[in-house]
């Protein structure tokens, strides 16, 4: 290796991703937890810590962004750093749906839940792992690995179909659970868009490994 | 952060007979950094460079005013000891100009000029750290007493680097040190200059735009004798504040 201090900013630039992704994860966590324990005080809480994670994205960009002014960078290492700007954008998204997690927390108060809560964990901790093992995937170049992960979407899509379906008929049942089912479908279907940001950074991990971009969760519809 | 200049100059003129080369420059530089110059052809900057260790003054009909401040003292007052500031001051050329001498001889010949150091082991000792330096002991160890001109070109320049770093100065200024080697040599000449940056405040004039993004953490740039724009690399190439400098590094012009 020639160029030993741009290999080192690429670490550093990897290290950042890493630490921007236990942000997220922490993120998404917390806000089922909160959820769970109907803990409005960290529902606020959680709104407010996303704009630390849009801070880390903001400063992550403009490392890229000098990177590219500065370093002249070409082949895999441009690709790397286009790949860690489409990363953090996807990061950074997820954040947002934590965030709107934590406002459903707000928004659902201290009255009781339509129903307890079984596949929104559980969708929330397919997401999660699917997000932490996308992020070692991109690390480690790994494209096999990534395209694993995509396949695992489908079964966030099914419990969040099995979620949406049941929900509708606890307020086609009963009417005034409509706004309280209404708030678990969203959070639903928050968890449901995180898992799908999740193949769109395996993307960017094939992409970086093989130079092309490519779709590998096609929509059913 | 202000940061403490390891070179200042305040309204520094230079003439070349009738014609004004620099015109007001006033640039504070910091110490223990790489500072690149970039400008076009004619612009100035290498007759700026060596402002700073008074290369100038060996050009007749040359008349410099304003100051030069380093380490606040202005180099500039005639009373000023050009040997040591020399010493000081280091300069490293566009190509190569090692002497036609063993590389031994090369080493060995500031230290005699500047009557540095006497023993035959100080001497040793000396050329050995600044051999080490700059990548080459390994290398070039048992080779010492061949000619340096038998050198690849990379391995001459970084030969002129130890030359300059064994006299243990303070700046070292470079004056297009890698225009005469490939792509590669040149990226491993800057990971050379990485390293010294730890310990040494340098300076370096390039024509090549790429060089001074990737390599320098402070940028100047000069335009027909005048300093257009100084300020960190990061932001003179993402977001300068003139626009002559922004037409000039997007190559719109130059």
Same mark, same amino acid.
């Given at each position: #290796?020639?160029?030993?201090?741009?290999?080192?900013?690429?670490?550093?630039?990897?290290?950042?991703?890493? =630490? #921007?992704?236990?942000?997220?994860?922490?993120? &998404?966590?917390?806000?089922?937890?909160?959820?769970?324990?109907?803990?409005?005080?960290?529902?606020?809480?959680?709104?407010?810590?996303?704009?630390?994670?849009?801070?880390?994205?903001?400063?992550?960009?403009?490392?890229?962004?000098?990177?590219?002014?500065?370093?002249?960078?070409?082949?895999?290492?441009?690709?790397?750093?286009?790949?860690?700007?489409?990363?953090?954008? *996807?990061?950074?998204?997820?954040?947002?749906?934590?965030?709107? !997690?934590?406002?459903?927390?707000? #928004?659902?108060?201290?009255?009781?839940?339509?129903?307890?809560?079984?596949?929104?964990?559980?969708?929330?901790? &397919?997401?999660?792992?699917?997000?932490?093992?996308? &992020?070692?995937?991109?690390?480690?170049?790994?494209?096999?690995?990534?395209?694993?992960?995509?396949?695992?979407?489908?079964?966030?899509?099914?419990?969040?179909?099995? =979620?949406?379906? *049941?929900?509708?008929?606890? #307020?086609?049942?009963?009417?005034?659970?409509?706004?309280?089912?209404?708030?678990? !479908?969203?959070?639903?279907?928050?968890? *449901?868009?995180?898992?799908?940001?999740?193949?769109? &950074?395996?993307?960017?991990?094939?992409?970086?490994?093989?130079?092309?971009?490519?779709?590998?969760?096609?929509?059913?519809? | 952060?202000?940061? +403490?200049?390891?070179?200042?100059?305040?309204?520094?003129?230079?003439?070349?007979?009738?014609?004004?080369?620099?015109?007001?420059?006033?640039?504070?530089?910091?110490?223990?950094?790489?500072?690149?110059?970039?400008?076009?052809?004619?612009?100035?900057?290498?007759? @700026?460079?060596?402002?700073? $260790?008074? %290369?100038?003054?060996?050009?007749? /009909?040359?008349? +410099?005013?304003?100051?030069?401040?380093?380490?606040?003292? $202005?180099?500039?007052?005639?009373?000023?000891?050009?040997?040591?500031?020399?010493?000081? +001051?280091?300069? +490293?050329?566009?190509?190569?100009?090692?002497?036609?001498?063993?590389?031994?001889?090369?080493?060995?010949?500031?230290?005699?000029? /500047?009557?540095? @150091?006497?023993?035959?082991?100080?001497?040793?000792?000396?050329?050995?750290?600044?051999?080490?330096?700059?990548?080459?002991?390994?290398?070039?160890?048992?080779?010492?007493?061949? $000619?340096?001109?038998?050198?690849?070109?990379?391995?001459?320049?970084?030969?002129?680097?130890?030359?300059? @770093?064994?006299?243990?100065?303070?700046?070292?200024?470079?004056?297009?040190?890698?225009?005469?080697?490939?792509?590669?040599?040149?990226?491993?000449?800057?990971?050379?200059?990485?390293?010294?940056?730890?310990?040494?405040? @340098?300076?370096?004039?390039?024509?090549? %735009?790429?060089?001074?993004?990737?390599?320098?953490?402070?940028?100047?740039? %000069?335009?027909?004798?005048?300093?257009?724009?100084?300020?960190?690399?990061?932001?003179?190439?993402?977001?300068?504040?003139?626009?002559?400098?922004?037409?000039?590094?997007?190559?719109?012009?130059?």
């Amino acid at each position: #290796m020639i160029r030993k201090s741009f290999a080192e900013h690429i670490k550093e630039l990897e290290k950042e991703v890493t =630490v #921007m992704g236990e942000m997220v994860v922490a993120a &998404i966590n917390r806000s089922i937890e909160a959820l769970k324990a109907r803990n409005v005080a960290e529902g606020k809480q959680i709104i407010n810590d996303d704009a630390l994670i849009n801070k880390k994205r903001w400063d992550i960009e403009e490392k890229c962004i000098n990177l590219i002014a500065t370093q002249q960078p070409v082949a895999s290492d441009l690709r790397e750093i286009v790949a860690v700007l489409c990363v953090v954008t *996807e990061l950074e998204r997820m954040g947002d749906y934590a965030e709107g !997690i934590g406002k459903i927390v707000v #928004m659902l108060g201290t009255e009781p839940l339509v129903k307890p809560l079984v596949d929104i964990p559980q969708m929330a901790d &397919i997401g999660v792992n699917m997000l932490k093992r996308s &992020i070692d995937a991109f690390l480690r170049r790994d494209a096999e690995a990534a395209k694993a992960i995509c396949a695992e979407d489908d079964e966030v899509d099914l419990l969040h179909e099995q =979620v949406y379906r *049941e929900l509708l008929s606890y #307020m086609i049942e009963d009417p005034k659970t409509i706004t309280r089912a209404t708030y678990l !479908i969203w959070a639903a279907h928050n968890l *449901e868009r995180i898992a799908d940001r999740v193949t769109n &950074i395996c993307e960017r991990t094939i992409f970086l490994v093989t130079g092309t971009m490519t779709e590998v969760n096609v929509s059913r519809y | 952060m202000e940061l +403490v200049p390891k070179i200042e100059t305040v309204g520094l003129n230079l003439y070349y007979g009738d014609f004004l080369a620099l015109k007001g420059i006033n640039m504070k530089i910091p110490g223990q950094n790489i500072t690149a110059i970039v400008g076009p052809s004619g612009c100035g900057k290498s007759t @700026l460079l060596r402002c700073f $260790n008074r %290369m100038n003054d060996l050009i007749e /009909h040359t008349k +410099v005013e304003g100051k030069i401040v380093i380490d606040g003292l $202005n180099i500039l007052e005639p009373d000023t000891d050009l040997i040591s500031l020399r010493k000081k +001051v280091g300069m +490293v050329f566009q190509r190569p100009n090692v002497f036609d001498l063993s590389i031994y001889n090369n080493l060995k010949f500031g230290l005699r000029i /500047h009557r540095m @150091l006497d023993g035959k082991d100080e001497i040793i000792q000396s050329i050995r750290g600044g051999l080490e330096q700059v990548g080459l002991w390994q290398e070039l160890k048992d080779k010492l007493g061949n $000619n340096a001109r038998t050198l690849m070109l990379e391995q001459q320049q970084r030969l002129c680097i130890a030359r300059v @770093l064994i006299l243990k100065p303070d700046i070292i200024l470079l004056d297009e040190p890698c225009s005469a080697l490939d792509p590669i040599a040149t990226l491993r000449i800057e990971e050379l200059l990485q390293a010294l940056k730890q310990e040494y405040t @340098l300076v370096i004039v390039t024509h090549n %735009m790429q060089q001074a993004a990737r390599a320098s953490d402070y940028t100047g740039f %000069m335009y027909l004798g005048e300093l257009v724009e100084f300020g960190q690399t990061n932001q003179v190439f993402t977001n300068p504040k003139q626009e002559l400098t922004e037409n000039y590094i997007s190559g719109h012009f130059g």
